[in-house]
């Protein structure tokens, strides 16, 4: 297998706060890799530093081979690279269904085509079987601001699918759903990644998820990998323990 | 090829088409040649309202200068028109200048959101303004140019009604277009930049590009109507492009409810003829019409398209709290 995704010395401080210090791995193509840590350790603004809405001030990343080391957000989109944020972020006035014809919209044609287009760019039937998949088909014609809390975060997922990125960033996909759907979201998940082959990177808190979903696992702490592993050999790893206990 | 379902918002929307279209066109039988003018300017203020709409309701980039673009497309015409060009060569050199001056002034909101923004547009229009005011040679100055009503196909547009027609098919053509620009991916697009435009650039949508765009198309209607509006007065000087004009403008959108696709046409109604039936009132009408905008804003801040579900929202709230209250009686012993 090779690298999709390689991050190397990544650093980004605010102040005197070194949030991410330094931070090394590498994704391989196809896998699921999370990354956990206590609260602040520096997960999300590490995601922001990969993905364009934050300046790194050291480290390069490198996607598939190429240099995009502090590339803008609409290129890395542009690249195939998917995401969701940490908080939920979808467009509250438009339906379910065109939120998800918006996350691909722009991969059909080009900006001026795209004004004599028809209205959903032939993407009503992606967004449909998407829906469908995401257990969200009785709700496609209502504003995405009047869905549940659960039901909002499955659309947001999609939302990072549907124009079939190769790679895929979630930061807490689990955060604050009912725990009834917590294992659903894992097995939708696991189908997603079967259906589009995409590679991805979650952050998550929640360890049964993570444990159920991921082939490796980074941990961090304090702005620093502290450990890179399996599952198992993670859940082993003393250091680990000892930045969840301890601290 | 699917035929598009007719839902009742559908039918409805048609229905109110088809009325307006034949009231419009009936209501020269009952008006005097005031009548005939102000219906005429109706028709391009809504049109100019339509441009806003756009910029504003539709993509959220709140703009203080409308009044500004109606300028640049007025004074296009008089000037080409004062130096032997045909209107309808004036025409799209105005609709074009405007819009490249709206591309223009779409680059402080690719920078600034919100007051910052609502400062820099009305700092523009206040630009335009003195310069259409004090440029003299070109402009006239206060002094303003004459504009004689244009020809269509060997027609003299001289009477108040046949150009009353003409503006009602600017009108027409206007709102057509923007129906089908904002059911495109393009109106989608807009939508996205309003609600959450950092998610819609994590999902490959060119926010820069589409805030430039929501901007010169929305200055473009202000051309349009702008263009038609000086053969409509038959002379123009610079007060109908101040700083007011523009308010009024916003006032247009925001009266009929941003983002609504008739917005406009009514919010276009009560500013351009409130004034009149409210003549009556003599001095109070400022004050009527200032109570009737803050009452309307506290009420229903979506505008009045937004009040029936208003009211709707507000029954089912009572009907629930009803029920709930009813249980708990129920529930007692
Ligand atoms: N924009 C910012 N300005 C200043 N400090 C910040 C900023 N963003 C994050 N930090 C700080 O950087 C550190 C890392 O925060 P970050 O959000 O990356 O952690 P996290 O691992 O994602 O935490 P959580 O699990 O709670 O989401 C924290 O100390 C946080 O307070
Ligand atoms: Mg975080």
């Known amino acids: 297998m090779t690298a999709l995704l390689e991050v190397a010395g990544l650093a980004r401080a605010f102040g005197a706060v070194r949030a991410v210090g330094g931070v090394d791995f590498a994704v391989e193509d196809g896998e699921v890799f999370g990354v956990i840590g206590p609260n602040g350790s520096g997960k999300t603004t590490m995601f ?27 290129a890395l989109a542009r690249l195939g690279i998917g995401r969701t944020f940490q908080s939920l972020q979808v467009f509250g006035s438009l339906s379910a269904r065109d939120n998800l014809i918006a996350a691909a919209q722009e991969y059909v044609g080009t900006l001026a085509g795209r004004l004599l287009a028809a209205p959903d760019a032939g993407l009503t039937g992606r967004a449909e079987a998407l ?114 206990l301890g601290g | 090829m699917t035929l598009p379902t007719l839902s009742r918002a559908n039918v409805a929307a048609l229905a109110f088409i088809v009325a307006m279209t034949a009231g419009l066109l009936a209501a020269p039988l009952f008006l005097k040649t005031y009548g005939v003018y102000l219906l005429s300017l109706w028709a391009l203020n809504t049109v100019a309202a339509i441009g806003l709409n756009l910029t504003l309701g539709y993509a959220g980039q709140i703009s203080l200068g409308q009044a ?27 609709v074009l200048l405007a819009f490249a001056v709206g591309l223009a002034l779409g680059f402080p909101a690719l920078r600034v959101q919100h007051h910052y923004l609502a400062f820099a547009t009305l700092g523009f229009n206040a630009l335009v303004f003195l310069v259409i005011r004090n440029e003299e040679w070109l402009t006239g100055g206060n002094f303003g140019i004459r504009v004689a009503r244009p020809e269509l196909l060997g027609h003299s547009l001289r009477s108040g009604i046949d150009y009353y027609h003409v503006c009602l098919a600017v009108l027409a053509v206007t709102a057509l277009l923007v129906w089908l620009l904002l059911r495109s991916p393009w109106g989608r697009a807009f939508a996205c930049l309003r609600d959450n435009p950092i998610r819609a650039e994590s999902l490959g949508i060119d926010v820069r590009s589409y805030t430039l765009l ?96 208003k009211v709707a929202a507000m029954r089912a709230a009572r009907r629930s709290a009803r029920g709930s209250a009813a249980g708990q009686a129920g529930a007692r012993p």
């Open chain 1, 131 to 244: 829906l469908a998949r995401l257990n969200l088909a009785h709700v496609a014609d209502k504003p995405a601001g009047s869905l549940s809390y659960g039901q909002q975060k499955l659309l947001d997922i999609g939302m990072a699918f549907m124009s079939g990125a190769r790679l895929v960033f979630l930061d807490e996909p689990a955060a604050g759903v009912n725990p009834r759907i917590v294992g659903e979201m894992a097995a939708m998940l696991r189908a997603l990644k079967a259906e589009s082959g995409a590679t991805f990177v979650v952050i998550e808190h929640n360890m049964d998820f993570v444990m159920g979903l991921c082939d490796r696992v980074m941990v961090m702490a304090e702005g620093k990998r502290i450990a890179l592993g399996t599952p198992a050999e993670v859940r082993a790893d003393p250091q680990v323990l000892e930045a969840y």
């Open chain 1, 48 to 74: 922001n530093c990969i993905l364009g809405q934050l300046r790194p001030d050291a480290g390069r990343v490198r996607f598939g081979g190429a240099e995009i080391t502090g590339a803008r957000p609409l």
């Open chain 2, 68 to 94: 500004a673009f109606l300028g640049i497309g007025a004074y296009a015409v008089a000037i080409l028109m004062k130096a032997g060009v045909s209107f309808w060569l004036g025409l799209p050199a105005g």
């Open chain 2, 214 to 309: 929501a901007f010169a198309i929305g200055a473009a209607c202000a051309g349009v109507a702008g263009a038609f509006l000086a053969p409509l007065v038959n002379f123009i000087d610079p007060s109908p492009f101040g700083l007011v004009p523009s308010i009024y403008l916003l006032l247009m959108v925001i009266i009929g409810g941003p983002g609504r696709f008739f917005g406009p046409f009514l919010g276009a109604a009560i500013v351009t003829l409130l004034p009149e039936w409210l003549r009556v009132a003599d001095v109070w009408y400022l004050v009527i019409f200032g109570i009737f905008v803050v009452a309307l804003m506290a009420f229903c801040p979506g505008g009045l398209l937004a009040v029936p579900e």
